[in-house]
């Protein structure tokens, strides 16, 4: 069956561009549901057979929402076998799953931001590489795996631009002034000192020279909003999403912001809607003076 699975790898990347992420987690749940299925292929599969993997997962104390990726994951694997000819019926077009709500993401304040940008030490090598990456993406909205994906010619100084590709998405982002002083710093004061030949074009690199992983991204990270003592959660992505609700905040258009955040759908982008107006909601019922008042 591992051919099967390959060749549906190639076209996930030939011809959906699906992002590594997507990619990664799609092969996984189709590989744990190939190993659960021991000597049966997957042109043996029943709806009832699907039923019972979704109970074993649960069994095995997965949540709702992993059961409900792993049926997503199998439902588009099985849509191109269909599509394929491999099979004539899809199994899974009848399992039902539970409607898992969107998370509501986490945002920092403005100030919060300020304390997590100011945490590095710039005159540092280290600090400065890292203050320009926690710039760069609250200046830009981009995901972490766009931005250890950056390479060195991604980055215009001078026009003060990045162009950046997500899955099949390509798009051109405006860096502001105070991003590209620091990212121009970075460039032409320390990046050259940590790759002295010009073969790696990454453009943000580890102290050996290699491009910087999505997990050397999240302790430096943790440790700044340590460094910053702040109390709010922080994972990879906040800076992501406090860009976007900022933005939201101050006038801008979801249209804009799914075109900045490169979204396919605006379904995506509305989550950041929820998030401002809970917000508003919170503030209005802690500081109008009738808003707590028992109703006569």
């Not at 199994?91 to 998370?103: A, H, L, Y």
């Not at 026009?159 to 121009?184: D, F, M, W």
């Amino acid at each position: 069956m591992r051919e099967f699975i390959d060749e549906y790898r190639e076209y996930l990347t030939e011809y959906k561009h699906s992002s590594p992420n997507t990619l990664d987690s799609y092969l996984r749940d189709i590989t744990h549901f190939s190993n659960y299925l021991g000597t049966h292929d997957f042109f043996d599969v029943t709806s009832q057979m699907v039923e019972d993997y979704m109970r074993y997962l649960k069994e095995e104390g997965k949540s709702d929402s992993t059961i409900t990726r792993n049926i997503a994951s199998l439902r588009s694997f099985y849509q191109y076998l269909l599509a394929k000819g491999y099979i004539e019926e899809n199994p899974i077009r009848s399992i039902k799953t539970k409607k898992i709500p969107k998370k509501i993401p986490t945002i920092l304040t403005t100030k919060e931001v300020d304390m997590l940008l100011k945490a590095p030490d710039e005159m540092d090598p280290k600090g400065c590489r890292d203050k320009a990456m926690l710039e760069l993406l609250y200046a830009t909205g981009l995901r972490v795996s766009e931005l250890i994906a950056l390479d060195i010619e991604d980055v215009n100084l001078s026009v003060g631009i990045l162009n950046c590709q997500g899955g099949h998405i390509k798009r051109t982002l405006p860096i502001y002034p105070e991003a590209l002083e620091v990212l121009s710093d970075y460039i032409n004061r320390v990046r050259g000192k940590i790759i002295p030949v010009e073969e790696n074009h990454a453009l943000f690199v580890n102290l050996n020279g290699k491009r910087l992983t999505r997990q050397g991204f999240w302790k430096i990270i943790k440790s700044y909003a340590e460094i910053s003592h702040i109390k709010t959660e922080i994972t990879p992505h906040t800076l992501r999403h406090s860009f976007a609700a900022h933005l939201l905040e101050n006038g801008a258009q979801l249209k804009d912001i799914q075109e900045m955040l490169g979204h396919a759908d605006i379904s995506s982008t509305q989550i950041y809607a929820q998030v401002v107006k809970n917000k508003f909601k919170d503030v209005y019922n802690r500081y109008h003076p009738r808003a707590n008042l028992k109703s006569r």
